[in-house]
Structure formats: C-alpha cells, structure tokens
C-alpha cells in the first residue's frame, strides 16, 4: 500500500484541521513515504512532487469510521470489502472497522484473516476487523478475543444482535480486559422491541407501526455502563440513539468508567415524523430506529459536549430486494460512508455543533476508542489525509454511489459538502470525477 | 374530489370536503340499493380486483358487491400469508395483477403502509381495505355516513371509541375523519391498549368505561382481535369485559337513550358487547353493513373514472 520512500505527495494550501495536535489554519501537508512528514504554512515542495491543491478546502486526517458492515463474506450482492472500501475513500474514510455480522460471522481467525486479504488487494482504506463477543453471535459462550485479537480484530461486538445475558456480558468484559479489547455493544431488550419496526410515539401510532421504546435502549446500556463498573473492562456504546442513553453514558464518564460511544449521522439528523413525511419509505427503517426530537437534540448536545466520542456511519448496504417491501418486512439498515460528511456539516450550519469537533468526532475521537493508529496528522503518522469542499453542492444520485447498494434516505436530495481526494499511506486513492 | 388523490389509502390526507364528497354520492347509492333491480350501468367496462392478504368476509364481500351494483366486472385474489413466506413479493403479485389492467386494485394486508408502497409502483387506483394498525378508510366512511344518518349530523356531537385502540385501524381512520366533521371523540380502552401520543390526533383519552360514554351521542365498539395480540395485553376476555364491555345494564344506566353503538365486525358476544345490546334498540350495526356497501360504491365510482356526471345514478 505505500509509496516508495522517495515519492513526496504534497497537499497544499488548505484549512488544515487536525484536533489532535490542535492546528486549525491554512497549511501544507508533506507526505513522503506514505508517512506524514510536515505540516507548514509553508513548505518545500520537491520538483517531482505529486500536488494536491487544496486551496479552499479542508484537509483533514483521513477519517475514522468504527461501524460499517462490509457483508463479506456471505452476502457479496449487498457489498464487499473491495466496494465498501471504495464507498469509504468516496466519502473521506481512510479507516473503517469491518463489523463482524458476516456469514459466518467473524468469531475466528479464518474470517478475519480474510476480510484482511481481501482490504489489503483492494488498496483503498485501511480495514479493521472486529470480532464477535460470541461464537456465532448467538450469545451463549465467548469467542476466542486472544486468537481474534493476535489476527488483527481491534474490538469485540455482536452488533445487530444485543447480549441478552447479563450474565455473559459481565464475564465478555472481564476477559477481554486480559488482551486490552473494548467490548462494543449494541443495546437492545429484545422483549421490550418485540416486534416493533420504529421509535414509538405518536408518529408510529399514526402510522399503525409497531413502536420499539427508547427505553429498550435505555436499559441495556444502563446495565452494561453498571457491568462496565463492576468489571472495570472497556465499553464502547455502538450506534447510540436516546436522550437516555445519552444521560447513562455522561453519568457513566463522570464517574471515570472506560466508556465511550458512537452516534450515526442519521440519528443526529433524521427523526421518526421523517418515516411519515417519507410515506413509509423503507430507506428510513434501521435499528435504532430513527427517534423523536428530543432525542435527537440530546444525541446533537452529546455530541458537542464530548459525551459522544465519535461519529460512525453504521453503514449497512442493502440489496433492492431486501426493501422494497412492506415496511415491516424490509430489512433493517442504510448506507452512511458517501453522505455521512454532508449530514453532519449540516449541524455546524446550524451552529449546532463546532467545525473542529465535528473533525475530531471523525478522526482522533473515533481512533482513540479502540486505540487506532490513526485520525491524526502528527509528525511520522500514517500519511492519510481527506480533502473535504465544504461548500460543494450535489444531488445524491444512488446509481452513482460506489456502494454495491443503493438504500440511501437521502436519494435525491442536495447535501453540500463533499470528499473530493482521499489519501492512503501517502497515495491518492480517491478524487472526486469532474471537480477542478 | 376524492379524485384528485387516484388513491384511497387513508383519511388522514383527506380535507373536510372531500370526505363529505364521498358521503353525500353515498346517499344517492344507497338509493339504487332500495330498488328492485339493483344495478347500474356506471362503471360498466371497468374492473376492480380485491386482492386481500388477510381474511375478511365482510369488507371484500362489500366491495365486490358494490362493484357489481356499479356493472363492474369484479375479480377476487386471495393470498395467505405474507411476502416473506409466500415466496413471491407483494409487488410482484401486485404488477401481475396490474398487468391485467384492472382500474381498481381494493387491498388489505397485515402490514401497515402496504397500500401506500403499491400506490407508489403500480399504474391503477389503489384503495386501501385495511392495513395493519394503520387505517380502514371506507370502514371510517361509513362510520360517519351512518352516524350522520342517524345522529342528523355530526357537528358538536361526541363520539366514543371502546376497545383495543393500539392495533385498530377502525379506530385511526374515524379519528381522522370525525373530528373534520366537527365531531369530538373520546378513546377508551385499558392502558394497555392505548397507543403512545394517540392524544396528538385530537382525542382525549379514558380508561374508566363510564366516563367514556356518558353523555356520548355514539358509542364504536371494538373486537378484541385475539389474533393481533401478542403481548400480555389483559389478563383474560372475562375481565376485559367486565371492565370495558357493554351489556344491557351498563347501557340502560350511562347511555343517553338515543345514543347509537357501533361495530365494526365481526362481533365478540360476550366480551366487548352483550348479545342484548347487540341486537338491541341502540344498535345501529347491521345499518353500518348496508351503509358500507353504498360508501364503497360511492368510492369506486370516484377513483374508477365513473360515467360523466349526468349518469350518476342518483339522476339515471
């Protein structure tokens, strides 16, 4: 993946934005070797330098993405590795952790090492397996967090599915406190869910959809911040969606638990009157469901404040046949890599939120929770970088999406903001068609 | 003009005078339902296919009699169970159906929203008979036809609405229509069943029978849809229908005497009602039945593309 140690790739004269070594200004970036080398307002650049002329635009570390489902191996029509890697660098992500909900699910080395071969002849972003708490997330006995964690898996999780058993979760937390892994979870009391297909209030009794309670959230993640404390293991909150969980998590960093969280751009976003005003769109059904307004506001001021460490797509493509269906029939998930840096933007337009964490809430903040090499532009880090227009306008157009899916909400619509070179280990692995 | 939506998938969409539209070219059916030869040639050449993904006796029999009073051609498809057991998607029944160019394709499914995804992907006028927890638009109709008929009008009135309110779609489309008629509707039902935020469509909310249907001019009893319930929502029918059914002594001590009670259908006898206040004289059941058939012509002739106005049949 990287250059020779000569090849010099300059990207010049942009807003550099690095949270993690506090820069916010115009600068170049020297990239030499695949590794970052200099960052100046101004540099030398050598005759046969590679230019990037960012002037403009924001350059930022390559973004960090914790939770993207890349279906390979078993379900190859929705996506693979290759395709979700090239949707990824579309949209300014240089790293992406690989959820481990394939088929088989990644609970051993042999599938691990897999997605592994496979990112590595893609040449696009870097990949980073996540294992499975559970062999065969069927939450019942542990996976093997050593073997998976020597292989190259950088958390465990069972996401799409909760670990119904308290029991079990204490003890998935308690040992992978022996090889340092964060156990991720998703939180979900499958009782309380039933068979639930949207946030539930008044849009879903409107709608006559079944509601899935806030507090279905709500009481695992209670629960698991409360087992966090008893184990004293690393926790990560996967795709938090409630005020709720939002007030567990603040409460549980107050009292110094190793606790971080994540939160999709959809839910800091999109609302559940979207499903509504959408007329039953399936595009709008993921789990979590999208939430009421007030949960959303509380995800935005999470987000803000640093309770919520990092924003992750949770990007989960779909063949067309898998949605278009009935509502309570289609399946649960949408895109996020190729509109994820448009949507949240958008909340700094509208002062919700500041140009420099919405960076850091995709780099180092995301990095830092599963202690990844990378979202940073520090001198020797890997040369990854995203150049991001931030007043760019376009129109998602699914077919043109480098996803193998199409199940985007925001088809159609005009988001502005847009990755338009996406640099791996020093090499440009991505330049948006047609723009300068 | 009703016509002007080509679908019929709910009432939440529909303004005040469109409803009444639909209500007052009911009249005029139910008048070509009291002659002795009951048909009419005003959707003659048209057809109209029910494709109904749950069982119903009543509503598709309404339908289907209401197309053929109209000289309809009528054609029924049944399909059990859902798309995802059956094999073969609910929009590639649909586009089968539709490419047998039908004018009306009258549906019910167990899914909420199903007639909105088909009116979406298909070229004919969809009308909704029913989805899930969502709306039953002609049941809501003919709800307000016939209390309108029997009650002289519904402004000022109160209306109370007893039962499981969280999977009924009886209870969402008259929710949708009777307050527009300037009606008042009160939900009553244990908390259970009781959706979330159902206050935000403009009812307010009792769980203590008696104060539901005191003073009310209608009383719309629900069925208690064994079928639909998969949670412990009551303990058992025998509480439940000591607390929110109604029987004779019930009725004769809280009902104004000229209140009505409605039903949707099919009955429970002896849990939500009494087989005497069934068949008693605040009963006004079996008239919602025949009422429903002259709504439902009245809806097929809008979205169908009926003759011109001169043939309606209130002027043949």
């Known amino acids: 993946m990287s250059p020779s140690e000569s ?11 690095d ?41 930022t570390p390559g973004f960090v993405d914790l939770h993207v489902h890349l279906r390979e191996p078993g379900q190859e029509y929705k996506e693979t590795v ?31 090492e897999l997605i592994l071969a496979r990112a590595k002849a893609a040449g696009l972003a870097r990949v980073y397996p996540i294992g499975c708490i559970t062999r065969g997330r069927k939450g019942e006995e542990l996976a093997e967090y050593g073997e998976l964690k020597a292989a190259g898996c950088v958390a465990v999780t069972d996401d799409g599915s909760p670990v119904a058993s308290s029991g079990l979760m204490r003890r998935a937390l308690e040992y992978a406190r022996a090889f340092d892994l964060v156990v991720a979870v998703h939180e979900e009391d499958l009782q309380l869910v039933g068979k639930g297909a949207m946030n539930e209030g008044a849009t879903a009794t409107r709608l006559g959809l079944k509601g899935i309670p806030a507090q279905a959230e709500d009481v695992m993640v209670l629960r698991d911040v409360a087992l966090a404390e008893l184990t004293g293991g690393r926790l990560h909150i996967c795709h938090l969606s409630t005020a709720g969980s939002v007030r567990a998590v603040r409460e549980g960093k107050r009292r110094g638990l190793l606790l971080t969280a994540e939160a999709a751009p959809h839910h800091l976003a999109l609302t559940d009157e979207d499903v509504a005003s959408s007329d039953y769109d399936t595009d709008l059904k993921m789990n979590p469901p999208l939430r009421s307004a007030a949960d959303v506001k509380a995800v935005q001021v999470g987000l803000a404040d640093g309770t919520i460490d990092a924003i992750a797509t949770d990007h989960a493509p779909h063949a067309v046949e898998d949605k278009k269906v009935e509502f309570d029939a289609a399946a649960n998930g949408i895109l996020g890599l190729e509109t994820a840096f448009p949507v949240v933007l958008d909340l700094c337009r509208r002062g919700l939120l500041a140009e420099r964490r919405l960076v850091e809430a995709l780099t180092v903040g995301p990095a830092r929770c599963y202690g990844l090499a990378a979202g940073t532009l520090s001198k020797g880090a890997a040369g990854d970088v995203a150049v991001l227009d931030p007043g760019l306008e376009w129109v998602v157009e699914p077919e043109k999406l480098f996803s193998r899916s199409r199940n985007t909400p925001w088809k159609g619509r005009r988001l502005t903001g847009r990755c338009t070179h996406a640099i791996v280990g020093g090499r440009l692995v991505h330049e948006l068609g047609g723009s300068r | 003009m009703i016509g002007r939506h080509r679908h019929l998938i709910g009432l939440e969409g529909l303004s005040r005078e469109e409803i009444l539209e639909v209500l007052d070219l009911a009249v005029s059916m139910k008048e070509v339902l009291s002659r002795p030869v009951k048909k009419v040639p005003s959707l003659r050449g048209k057809s109209v296919v029910n494709l109904f993904f749950e069982t119903s006796t009543r509503t598709r029999s309404s339908f ?9 051609d009528a054609l029924n498809w049944t399909a059990s169970g859902s798309s ?3 094999g073969e998607t609910l929009l590639d029944t649909a586009k089968n159906l539709e490419a047998m160019r039908p004018d009306v394709l009258v549906v019910r499914h167990s899914a909420s929203g199903a007639p909105n995804f088909l009116a979406r992907h298909v070229g004919c006028a969809v009308v909704s008979a029913g989805d899930g927890a969502h709306e039953h638009p002609s049941q809501g109709l003919l709800d307000c036809f016939t209390l309108r008929e029997k009650l002289g009008g519904l402004e000022n009135r109160t209306v109370a609405i007893v039962g499981d309110i969280s999977h009924s779609r009886v209870a969402r489309s008259d929710l949708h229509s009777l307050p527009k008629l300037g009606a008042r509707v009160r939900l ?13 469509l403009g009812a307010t909310v009792h769980y203590d029978l008696r104060s539901a249907v005191e003073g009310a001019d209608a009383v719309v009893m629900l069925r208690i849809q064994h079928e639909r319930i998969g949670d412990p929502l009551i303990p058992n029918t025998r509480e439940y229908s000591k607390f929110w ?9 809280w009902l104004k005497p000229s209140a009505v009670i409605l039903h949707p259908g099919p009955i429970n006898r002896g849990v939500e009602l009494s087989s005497d206040v069934a068949d008693g004289p605040h009963s006004v059941i079996l008239d919602q039945v025949q009422n429903g058939v002259a709504v439902r012509m009245a809806i097929l002739y809008l979205l169908a593309g009926g003759a011109p106005e001169g043939a309606r049949p209130g002027k043949a």
């Open chain 1, 82 to 112: 290759e395709t979700g890697a090239r949707a990824a660098v579309a949209g300014g992500f240089t790293s992406i952790c690989a959820m481990p909900n394939t088929l088989p699910p990644n609970d051993n080395t042999s599938v691990t």
């Open chain 2, 64 to 72: 289907e009699i209401a197309a053929k009073v109209l000289s309809a």
């Open chain 2, 245 to 253: 059914g109604l029987n004779a002594r019930k009725a004769a001590e």
């Open chain 1, 7 to 17: 090849e010099v790739l300059v990207v010049q004269g942009g807003r550099v934005i």
């Open chain 1, 19 to 59: 949270p993690a070594n506090g820069v916010d200004g115009i600068r170049s970036v020297v990239l030499r070797g695949g590794r970052v080398v200099e960052v100046a307002e101004r540099v030398e650049v050598p005759r046969d330098a590679k230019v990037v002329d960012a002037r403009g635009r924001w350059v």
């Open chain 2, 188 to 200: 009553c039902g244990p908390p259970t069943m009781i959706p979330q935020g159902v206050e935000a």
């Open chain 2, 84 to 86: 995802v057991t059956k």
